[in-house]
């Protein structure tokens, strides 16, 4: 019975933590805690693209995951939430914007060639600097007027010199110091190395910024001279953002060209009300299970519908918490592991009924029960949670983001079914036939 009993205060407290996760609103915490909803629900734009290239040009692993990652930083810029961008076979990406209504600017910023300048900020303060840093600045490269002066005191905005382009860059990758502090090492082309080797030389001390798609991403400052067409770039830089910069460098334009060959827009009518008829069919499939369960196994059942409020809580708060968006395949498959959750219990009440018949008392029929259903109960959620992570493999190596959604929820709500059907129906039993005068009425069992 102590096995039983130190198990209600967790279970308590992981009731307590599910419902205050899926409440509106979370005094206390900083982070925002909220139901991401997929492209199918809010409505939005979903665009398949392709390598623009000859059947016949190669086009790398390399190449689709650097475009992908620069897709994924101009989808962000563009304020959308939980977009999905994912690379679809050899040479298709496919992008999901939820809540995009203007398809035409997503477009064309998703599949536009990035501009990589390198540009002399020259003595300005460092204040100045901090207030630049991932603002948009105009430059004399993309306003047409390079090797003009420009009287800064008659423009409303200066425009800053572009020294060179990201097309002077042969290579770049993460390295360290010395002292095992991460760095940006480049090396030029032999055109880049006599621009760099005459400008560094004579302007060291002074800043150099590091412009991408207009936006100012570093700005570090010139040490020394750069006269071999090598050089790194410092600035306390963890191994993700020095990998970052790394890309940003390497890859300022995509490295292949791209073009949309399909392309939705999702209204947001649609979207509420396919969110509005999957919430009604989740609520009936979660109260039909549970008057069944109740009906047809009575004192159990009924333990097993507290269970199964609980599953249903802590998926939920699962779901917010990770974050998992939600699309329509993605609740199919929440209501389908509602049935995942109570087959463990059916498994378990239908050899507890047996050993009732059989003479067997309550608390022995309980353990026995448990006992016995276990393998049957390990081996299909084992061979549930295979068949999910093969769907997932699938979507995220095909582009089926439908699959993708439906397995991750489908395998989410298996793992915590086990938890609950496994652990709480068994707990919450043992506390209920410790605390009535039901051991002999096996009518409550569902027994004659």
């Known amino acids: 019975m102590k096995n039983h009993q130190r198990w209600i205060i967790p279970i308590l407290l992981i009731i307590g933590f599910s419902i205050y996760v899926d409440l509106p609103t979370h005094p206390g915490i900083k ?8 492209l199918d629900l809010v409505g939005g734009v979903q665009a398949l693209l392709e390598a623009d290239l000859p059947a016949d040009a190669e086009v790398t692993s390399e190449n689709m995951q650097t475009s992908r990652k620069i897709i994924e930083d101009r989808v962000n810029s563009l304020g959308v939430s939980e977009a999905v961008v994912q690379i679809a076979g050899d040479r298709r990406i496919l992008v999901e914007l939820p809540g995009q209504r203007d398809p035409e600017e997503a477009l064309s910023t998703i ?32 306003t047409g007027s390079a090797g003009t002066e420009v009287d800064s005191s008659t423009s409303e905005e200066p425009v800053y010199h572009t020294v060179m382009t990201g097309a002077a860059i042969k290579q770049v990758g993460v390295t360290t110091d010395a002292a095992g502090n991460y760095l940006v090492g480049f090396e030029l082309t032999p055109e880049g190395s006599v621009i760099f080797k005459d400008y560094t030389t004579n302007n060291v001390g002074e800043f150099l910024a590091i412009i991408l798609d207009k936006e100012v991403i570093s700005v570090p400052r010139i040490h020394q001279p750069i ?11 963890t191994y993700e953002t020095a990998s970052n910069l790394s890309i940003q460098l390497r ?9 949309v060959i399909q392309s939705e827009t999702i209204g947001p009518s649609l979207g509420g009300d396919s969110l509005h008829k999957s919430l009604v069919a989740g609520i009936i499939g979660l109260a039909a299970v549970m008057l069944f369960m109740a009906v047809y196994y009575r004192l159990p059942g009924l333990i097993a519908d507290l269970a199964l409020l609980m599953y249903a809580l802590l998926t939920f708060a699962i779901y917010r918490l990770i974050p998992v968006t939600l699309t329509l395949p993605g609740i199919a498959g929440f209501v389908l592991s509602i049935g995942v959750a109570v087959d463990a219990n059916v498994l378990i009440f239908e050899r507890m009924k047996e050993e009732l018949k059989a003479g067997i008392s309550i608390h022995s029929a309980i353990s026995l029960g448990w006992d016995r259903a276990w393998p049957s109960i390990r081996d299909s959620n084992i061979s549930t949670l295979i068949t999910s992570a093969i769907l997932f493999w699938f979507g995220s190596t095909y582009g089926a983001s439908i699959v993708k959604g439906f397995s991750l929820t489908l395998a989410i709500g298996v793992m915590v079914s086990l938890f609950t059907a496994v652990t709480a129906t068994r707990t919450f039993l043992h506390l209920t036939l410790d605390n009535i005068k039901a051991s002999r009425q096996t009518k409550l069992f569902g027994v004659k």
């Open 31 to 38: 982070k925002e805690i909220k139901t991401q909803l997929g």
């Open 111 to 142: 599949k536009e060639t990035a501009l990589l300048e390198f540009v002399e900020f020259g003595d300005l303060p460092e204040q100045e600097i901090s207030r630049l840093m991932h603002t948009k600045i105009k430059t004399d490269y993309q």
């Open 227 to 237: 006269t071999a067409g090598r050089g790194t770039i410092s600035g306390n830089f």
């Open 251 to 259: 890859y300022g334009a995509l490295p292949i060209p791209l073009k």
